[in-house]
């Protein structure tokens, strides 16, 4: 397996400021991650993929200016969300691709108020 | 990209009853996997299963890749069974993990 671990676990933070939620891959050096975004009771949708050393790929919709995406090193992956509104609310997930399985962080639950 | 379908959507069972989830493709998939994501929200890897039968414990797993579909059997269900299950799949040639809507379990004691 892999082991992926996420942080903070939980945010809470106010309209217009920025968070950031980091992502690591503890036991593989992970040249791709995936980043995930679970609204409650639904399912889990792809945002982005990260790519170290390189930009990330967007999915359809999901703005790149508003989702930035650094993956500067092997093992870590941030997902910095900017000028957070409520409707940013959401339960934000990690995953990376190890031979041919994935394996998900945690997850971060992020409130904005 | 593909389409997943799951059924149930939601399920509820006494403890110790079995059960079957069924997950349909809308095109052919070269990667398939099963996760439980608990109430504190991790997914859990069950299986990866593109193709074939396996099992672990009391869960098991077919997919029958030329009718695009997967089943996960869960046997003498258990209160710690109790989450939602996903189903998951990558395109041939693809590289996104599609998810299905998921079957939410309520097993009760």
């Known amino acids: 397996g892999a082991v992926v671990s996420q942080h903070p676990s939980r945010v809470i933070c106010k309209s217009g400021t920025s968070v950031k939620i980091e992502c690591r891959s503890l036991d593989f050096q992970a040249t791709t991650m995936f980043w995930y975004r679970q609204f409650p009771k639904k399912s889990l949708m792809l945002m982005a993929t990260s790519n170290e050393g390189s930009k990330a790929t967007y999915e359809q919709g999901v703005e790149k200016d508003k989702f930035l995406i650094n993956h500067a090193s092997l093992t870590l992956s941030t997902l910095t969300v900017t000028s957070a509104h409520p409707e940013d609310s959401s339960f934000y997930i990690c995953?990376?691709?190890?031979?041919?399985?994935?394996?998900f962080g945690p997850g971060t639950r992020l409130t904005v108020t | 990209g593909i389409q997943v379908e799951q059924s149930p959507p939601d399920l509820i069972l006494q403890e110790g009853a079995n059960s079957t989830l069924r997950c349909n493709f809308s095109d052919s998939v070269n990667n398939l996997q099963w996760f439980h994501q608990n109430p504190w929200g991790q997914l859990i890897n069950l299986f990866y299963i593109p193709s074939g039968t396996k099992q672990n414990g009391r869960l098991s797993a077919t997919t029958v890749a030329t009718e695009r579909y997967s089943l996960l059997y869960i046997s003498s269900s258990q209160t710690t069974d109790s989450g939602v299950y996903f189903c998951?799949?990558?395109?041939?040639?693809?590289?996104?993990?599609?998810f299905g809507g998921g079957t939410r379990v309520l097993v009760k004691p």
């Open positions: 995953s990376i691709k190890r031979e041919r399985e994935q394996y």
């Open positions: 998951a799949g990558i395109k041939a040639a693809g590289n996104k993990l599609t």
